[in-house]
Protein backbone atom coordinates (compact mmCIF):
# COMPACT_ATOMS: atom_id res chain seq x y z
CA UNK A 1 0.00 0.00 0.00
CA UNK A 2 1.31 3.65 -0.93
CA UNK A 3 1.27 6.01 1.66
CA UNK A 4 -0.89 8.21 -0.29
CA UNK A 5 -4.09 6.78 0.05
CA UNK A 6 -6.66 7.72 -2.82
CA UNK A 7 -9.72 9.43 -1.02
CA UNK A 8 -13.51 8.36 -1.91
CA UNK A 9 -13.72 11.53 -3.43
CA UNK A 10 -10.60 11.32 -5.40
CA UNK A 11 -11.56 7.82 -6.98
CA UNK A 12 -14.88 8.81 -7.48
CA UNK A 13 -14.02 11.51 -9.53
CA UNK A 14 -11.29 9.79 -11.59
CA UNK A 15 -13.87 7.24 -12.67
CA UNK A 16 -16.79 9.65 -13.24
CA UNK A 17 -14.17 11.42 -15.42
CA UNK A 18 -12.82 8.07 -17.24
CA UNK A 19 -16.50 7.10 -17.90
CA UNK A 20 -17.73 10.49 -19.09
CA UNK A 21 -14.68 10.51 -21.47
CA UNK A 22 -15.54 6.80 -22.92
CA UNK A 23 -18.98 8.07 -23.15
CA UNK A 24 -17.73 11.63 -24.81
CA UNK A 25 -15.58 9.82 -27.45
CA UNK A 26 -18.34 6.87 -28.40
CA UNK A 27 -20.42 9.88 -28.99
CA UNK A 28 -17.87 12.12 -31.30
CA UNK A 29 -15.92 9.19 -33.21
CA UNK A 30 -18.98 8.46 -35.54
CA UNK A 31 -19.41 12.58 -36.25
CA UNK A 32 -15.84 12.61 -36.57
CA UNK A 33 -15.94 9.67 -39.16
CA UNK A 34 -18.77 11.07 -40.98
CA UNK A 35 -17.04 14.11 -41.62
CA UNK A 36 -13.91 12.89 -43.03
CA UNK A 37 -15.74 10.39 -44.89
CA UNK A 38 -15.36 11.86 -48.45
CA UNK A 39 -11.82 12.07 -48.04
CA UNK A 40 -11.39 7.99 -47.03
CA UNK A 41 -14.05 7.03 -49.47
CA UNK A 42 -12.37 4.89 -52.48
CA UNK A 43 -12.23 6.83 -55.50
CA UNK A 44 -15.30 5.36 -57.38
CA UNK A 45 -14.90 4.60 -61.29
CA UNK A 46 -10.92 3.05 -60.32
CA UNK A 47 -12.45 -0.04 -61.00
CA UNK A 48 -11.84 -1.53 -64.38
CA UNK A 49 -13.82 -4.49 -66.05
CA UNK A 50 -12.61 -7.49 -67.89
CA UNK A 51 -13.68 -7.70 -71.52
CA UNK A 52 -13.53 -10.80 -73.79
CA UNK A 53 -11.12 -9.21 -76.21
CA UNK A 54 -7.74 -9.99 -76.81
CA UNK A 55 -5.66 -6.68 -76.85
CA UNK A 56 -3.34 -9.09 -79.48
CA UNK A 57 -6.20 -9.61 -81.61
CA UNK A 58 -7.25 -5.43 -81.95
CA UNK A 59 -5.97 -3.91 -85.38
CA UNK A 60 -6.47 -0.15 -86.54
CA UNK A 61 -10.15 -0.74 -88.00
CA UNK A 62 -12.43 -0.45 -84.97
CA UNK A 63 -14.65 -3.09 -83.40
CA UNK A 64 -17.32 -3.52 -81.20
CA UNK A 65 -16.43 -4.87 -77.56
CA UNK A 66 -19.24 -6.02 -75.07
CA UNK A 67 -18.62 -6.31 -71.64
CA UNK A 68 -20.61 -6.94 -68.70
CA UNK A 69 -21.27 -6.03 -65.30
CA UNK A 70 -23.26 -5.90 -62.37
CA UNK A 71 -24.89 -2.53 -61.27
CA UNK A 72 -26.68 -1.68 -58.03
CA UNK A 73 -30.36 0.40 -58.48
CA UNK A 74 -31.25 0.25 -54.73
CA UNK A 75 -32.40 -3.10 -54.20
CA UNK A 76 -32.04 -4.18 -57.23
CA UNK A 77 -28.91 -5.85 -59.02
CA UNK A 78 -28.59 -6.34 -62.89
CA UNK A 79 -25.74 -7.53 -65.14
CA UNK A 80 -25.60 -4.61 -67.78
CA UNK A 81 -23.70 -4.53 -70.69
CA UNK A 82 -21.79 -2.29 -71.99
CA UNK A 83 -20.32 -1.74 -75.57
CA UNK A 84 -16.88 0.20 -76.96
CA UNK A 85 -15.29 0.29 -80.11
CA UNK A 86 -11.90 -0.26 -79.86
CA UNK A 87 -8.98 -0.24 -82.39
CA UNK A 88 -5.09 0.37 -82.04
CA UNK A 89 -3.59 3.96 -82.96
CA UNK A 90 0.39 3.03 -83.56
CA UNK A 91 0.81 0.94 -80.28
CA UNK A 92 -1.83 2.91 -78.47
CA UNK A 93 -5.26 1.23 -77.61
CA UNK A 94 -8.07 4.04 -78.31
CA UNK A 95 -11.33 2.63 -76.43
CA UNK A 96 -14.69 5.12 -77.58
CA UNK A 97 -17.68 5.01 -75.67
CA UNK A 98 -20.89 4.17 -78.66
CA UNK A 99 -23.17 6.61 -77.13
CA UNK A 100 -23.88 9.43 -79.01
CA UNK A 101 -23.26 12.89 -77.66
CA UNK A 102 -26.89 14.11 -79.18
CA UNK A 103 -29.17 12.22 -77.28
CA UNK A 104 -27.66 8.81 -76.32
CA UNK A 105 -28.07 6.53 -79.42
CA UNK A 106 -25.63 3.98 -80.19
CA UNK A 107 -23.43 5.51 -82.80
CA UNK A 108 -22.18 2.45 -85.46
CA UNK A 109 -18.52 2.61 -87.34
CA UNK A 110 -18.73 2.79 -91.29
CA UNK A 111 -22.48 2.39 -91.60
CA UNK A 112 -23.39 5.14 -93.86
CA UNK A 113 -22.16 4.80 -97.26
CA UNK A 114 -22.15 8.25 -97.72
CA UNK A 115 -19.59 8.47 -95.26
CA UNK A 116 -17.34 6.39 -95.05
CA UNK A 117 -14.95 5.31 -92.40
CA UNK A 118 -16.69 7.76 -89.36
CA UNK A 119 -18.78 6.68 -86.52
CA UNK A 120 -22.45 7.48 -87.46
CA UNK A 121 -25.48 7.61 -85.55
CA UNK A 122 -28.42 6.69 -87.62
CA UNK A 123 -30.77 8.99 -85.10
CA UNK A 124 -30.22 12.03 -86.32
CA UNK A 125 -27.63 11.87 -88.80
CA UNK A 126 -25.21 12.65 -86.37
CA UNK A 127 -20.92 12.09 -87.41
CA UNK A 128 -17.45 11.19 -86.12
CA UNK A 129 -14.43 11.02 -87.15
CA UNK A 130 -12.39 7.85 -86.32
CA UNK A 131 -10.99 9.24 -83.23
CA UNK A 132 -14.14 10.33 -81.99
CA UNK A 133 -14.61 13.89 -82.94
CA UNK A 134 -17.78 15.33 -83.77
CA UNK A 135 -18.00 16.69 -87.28
CA UNK A 136 -19.39 20.39 -86.79
CA UNK A 137 -23.13 20.56 -88.60
CA UNK A 138 -24.05 16.96 -87.57
CA UNK A 139 -26.48 17.34 -84.42
CA UNK A 140 -23.91 16.36 -81.72
CA UNK A 141 -22.23 19.03 -79.81
CA UNK A 142 -19.43 17.19 -77.84
CA UNK A 143 -16.58 13.94 -78.86
CA UNK A 144 -17.42 10.47 -78.22
CA UNK A 145 -16.33 9.50 -74.64
CA UNK A 146 -13.17 7.75 -73.53
CA UNK A 147 -12.86 4.68 -71.87
CA UNK A 148 -9.76 4.45 -69.58
CA UNK A 149 -7.88 0.92 -70.55
CA UNK A 150 -5.51 -1.46 -69.10
CA UNK A 151 -4.42 -4.53 -70.57
CA UNK A 152 -4.13 -7.78 -68.09
CA UNK A 153 -3.11 -11.30 -69.26
CA UNK A 154 -3.43 -10.43 -72.62
CA UNK A 155 -7.17 -9.03 -72.17
CA UNK A 156 -8.41 -5.55 -72.75
CA UNK A 157 -9.96 -3.99 -69.40
CA UNK A 158 -12.09 -0.99 -69.15
CA UNK A 159 -12.84 1.86 -66.77
CA UNK A 160 -15.30 4.15 -66.40
CA UNK A 161 -15.98 6.54 -69.72
CA UNK A 162 -14.84 9.59 -69.36
CA UNK A 163 -16.32 12.81 -71.60
CA UNK A 164 -13.37 14.68 -73.53
CA UNK A 165 -12.70 18.45 -73.70
CA UNK A 166 -14.54 20.18 -76.43
CA UNK A 167 -12.51 19.63 -79.40
CA UNK B 1 -36.28 6.95 -74.07
CA UNK B 2 -37.66 4.70 -71.37
CA UNK B 3 -40.94 5.53 -69.73
CA UNK B 4 -38.85 6.44 -66.57
CA UNK B 5 -39.28 9.41 -64.73
CA UNK B 6 -35.76 11.06 -65.61
CA UNK B 7 -35.72 9.65 -69.28
CA UNK B 8 -39.18 11.06 -69.63
CA UNK B 9 -38.23 14.39 -68.56
CA UNK B 10 -35.27 14.45 -71.40
CA UNK B 11 -38.19 13.75 -73.86
CA UNK B 12 -40.15 16.43 -73.04
CA UNK B 13 -36.91 18.83 -73.31
CA UNK B 14 -36.28 17.51 -76.74
CA UNK B 15 -39.42 16.71 -77.92
CA UNK B 16 -38.33 18.08 -81.49
CA UNK B 17 -36.00 15.43 -82.19
CA UNK B 18 -38.33 12.68 -80.49
CA UNK B 19 -40.60 11.50 -83.32
CA UNK B 20 -41.06 8.02 -82.64
CA UNK B 21 -42.99 6.07 -80.19
CA UNK B 22 -42.69 2.19 -80.03
CA UNK B 23 -45.50 0.24 -78.25
CA UNK B 24 -45.02 -3.22 -77.44
CA UNK B 25 -48.05 -5.48 -77.84
CA UNK B 26 -48.20 -8.27 -74.99
CA UNK B 27 -50.91 -11.17 -75.67
CA UNK B 28 -51.85 -12.39 -72.12
CA UNK B 29 -53.26 -16.06 -71.70
CA UNK B 30 -54.55 -17.10 -68.96
CA UNK B 31 -54.58 -21.11 -68.78
CA UNK B 32 -52.85 -23.95 -71.01
CA UNK B 33 -51.03 -21.44 -73.00
CA UNK B 34 -49.91 -19.42 -70.19
CA UNK B 35 -45.95 -20.40 -70.50
CA UNK B 36 -46.16 -19.36 -74.67
CA UNK B 37 -47.61 -16.11 -73.47
CA UNK B 38 -45.00 -15.46 -70.62
CA UNK B 39 -42.11 -16.82 -73.32
CA UNK B 40 -42.85 -14.19 -75.62
CA UNK B 41 -44.12 -11.09 -73.01
CA UNK B 42 -39.94 -11.61 -72.55
CA UNK B 43 -38.95 -11.95 -76.08
CA UNK B 44 -40.42 -8.89 -76.82
CA UNK B 45 -39.46 -6.87 -73.33
CA UNK B 46 -35.86 -8.14 -74.32
CA UNK B 47 -35.57 -6.93 -77.85
CA UNK B 48 -37.22 -3.61 -77.59
CA UNK B 49 -35.02 -3.04 -74.24
CA UNK B 50 -32.51 -3.09 -76.94
CA UNK B 51 -34.32 -1.84 -79.58
CA UNK B 52 -34.37 1.44 -77.27
CA UNK B 53 -30.64 1.04 -76.61
CA UNK B 54 -29.79 1.73 -79.78
CA UNK B 55 -32.47 4.35 -81.01
CA UNK B 56 -32.91 6.24 -77.52
CA UNK B 57 -32.48 9.47 -79.13
CA UNK B 58 -35.46 8.98 -81.54
CA UNK B 59 -37.96 7.33 -79.69
CA UNK B 60 -39.77 6.81 -76.82
CA UNK B 61 -40.24 3.33 -76.05
CA UNK B 62 -44.29 2.99 -74.05
CA UNK B 63 -45.45 0.44 -71.39
CA UNK B 64 -46.39 -2.44 -73.12
CA UNK B 65 -49.84 -2.92 -74.48
CA UNK B 66 -51.40 -5.70 -72.98
CA UNK B 67 -54.58 -7.43 -73.44
CA UNK B 68 -56.17 -10.54 -72.85
CA UNK B 69 -55.66 -13.39 -75.65
CA UNK B 70 -59.21 -14.50 -76.00
CA UNK B 71 -60.67 -11.08 -75.92
CA UNK B 72 -62.62 -9.68 -78.92
CA UNK B 73 -60.05 -8.81 -81.80
CA UNK B 74 -62.43 -6.09 -82.50
CA UNK B 75 -62.30 -4.62 -78.66
CA UNK B 76 -58.50 -4.76 -78.79
CA UNK B 77 -58.08 -3.21 -81.67
CA UNK B 78 -60.21 -0.33 -80.81
CA UNK B 79 -58.42 -0.03 -77.24
CA UNK B 80 -55.31 0.22 -79.64
CA UNK B 81 -56.87 2.77 -82.18
CA UNK B 82 -57.35 4.83 -79.06
CA UNK B 83 -53.57 5.47 -77.79
CA UNK B 84 -53.10 5.41 -81.37
CA UNK B 85 -54.67 8.33 -81.56
CA UNK B 86 -53.27 9.88 -78.34
CA UNK B 87 -50.12 9.38 -79.38
CA UNK B 88 -50.08 10.93 -82.82
CA UNK B 89 -51.85 13.84 -81.00
CA UNK B 90 -48.62 14.47 -78.73
CA UNK B 91 -46.30 15.55 -81.77
CA UNK B 92 -45.18 11.68 -82.55
CA UNK B 93 -44.78 11.40 -86.11
CA UNK B 94 -44.25 7.44 -85.91
CA UNK B 95 -45.46 5.01 -84.16
CA UNK B 96 -44.20 1.46 -84.17
CA UNK B 97 -46.17 -1.48 -82.54
CA UNK B 98 -43.61 -4.69 -81.64
CA UNK B 99 -45.48 -7.89 -80.99
CA UNK B 100 -45.59 -11.36 -81.32
CA UNK B 101 -48.89 -12.65 -81.93
CA UNK B 102 -49.45 -13.30 -85.39
CA UNK B 103 -53.49 -12.04 -85.26
CA UNK B 104 -51.85 -8.28 -85.86
CA UNK B 105 -50.54 -9.00 -89.10
CA UNK B 106 -54.50 -8.91 -90.35
CA UNK B 107 -54.98 -6.17 -88.18
CA UNK B 108 -52.01 -3.92 -89.43
CA UNK B 109 -54.31 -2.56 -92.54
CA UNK B 110 -56.48 -0.42 -89.38
CA UNK B 111 -54.05 1.06 -88.26
CA UNK B 112 -51.29 4.45 -88.82
CA UNK B 113 -48.33 2.93 -87.40
CA UNK B 114 -46.30 0.33 -88.77
CA UNK B 115 -46.80 -3.22 -86.82
CA UNK B 116 -43.70 -5.18 -86.45
CA UNK B 117 -43.85 -8.52 -86.43
CA UNK B 118 -41.18 -11.19 -84.68
CA UNK B 119 -41.62 -14.68 -83.73
CA UNK B 120 -41.01 -15.25 -80.50
CA UNK B 121 -37.82 -17.07 -79.65
CA UNK B 122 -37.66 -19.22 -76.45
CA UNK B 123 -34.79 -16.99 -74.60
CA UNK B 124 -34.40 -20.23 -71.76
CA UNK B 125 -32.29 -22.34 -72.91
CA UNK B 126 -29.61 -19.53 -74.02
CA UNK B 127 -26.86 -18.16 -72.02
CA UNK B 128 -26.70 -14.53 -72.04
CA UNK B 129 -23.74 -13.62 -74.33
CA UNK B 130 -25.98 -15.96 -76.87
CA UNK B 131 -29.08 -13.81 -75.88
CA UNK B 132 -27.04 -10.90 -76.33
CA UNK B 133 -25.93 -12.08 -80.06
CA UNK B 134 -29.38 -12.53 -81.23
CA UNK B 135 -30.68 -9.52 -79.87
CA UNK B 136 -28.21 -7.89 -81.77
CA UNK B 137 -28.86 -9.78 -84.85
CA UNK B 138 -32.46 -8.63 -84.64
CA UNK B 139 -32.20 -4.64 -84.40
CA UNK B 140 -29.93 -4.42 -86.77
CA UNK B 141 -32.73 -6.03 -89.00
CA UNK B 142 -35.26 -3.29 -87.44
CA UNK B 143 -32.36 -0.12 -88.01
CA UNK B 144 -33.06 -1.37 -91.61
CA UNK B 145 -36.41 -0.98 -91.28
CA UNK B 146 -36.64 2.19 -88.93
CA UNK B 147 -33.95 4.31 -91.33
CA UNK B 148 -36.67 3.48 -94.31
CA UNK B 149 -39.26 4.66 -92.32
CA UNK B 150 -37.59 7.61 -91.18
CA UNK B 151 -36.05 8.29 -94.79
CA UNK B 152 -40.30 7.93 -96.50
CA UNK B 153 -41.62 9.93 -94.22
CA UNK B 154 -38.96 13.00 -93.71
Redesign the interface.
Known amino acids: MSKERVSRRQFLSYTLTGVGGFMAAGMLMPMVRFAVDPVLKAEAGGDFIATPKKVSELTDEPVRV?F?FKQKDAWYES?V?ESAWVYKDGDKIIALSP??K?????VNWNSDKEHPEQFF????YGRYTKDGTNIPGT?PLHPLDVYPYKEKDGFLYLGKAKPRKEA | MKWISQEVETYLNAKEYVDTAVVPLYSVAIGGEMKESAEAAEFIGLLTTHLERQFTGRILLFPPFTYLKNDSGEKVLGELKNWEVNILEAEFKHVFYITSDIEWRTRENELDGAVIWVPSIPLEQMNDSQKLKMMDSQVKQLLALFTQKWHQKA
Not at chain 1, 102 to 106: A, I, K, N, V
Open positions: DTDTVCHLGCTCPCHP
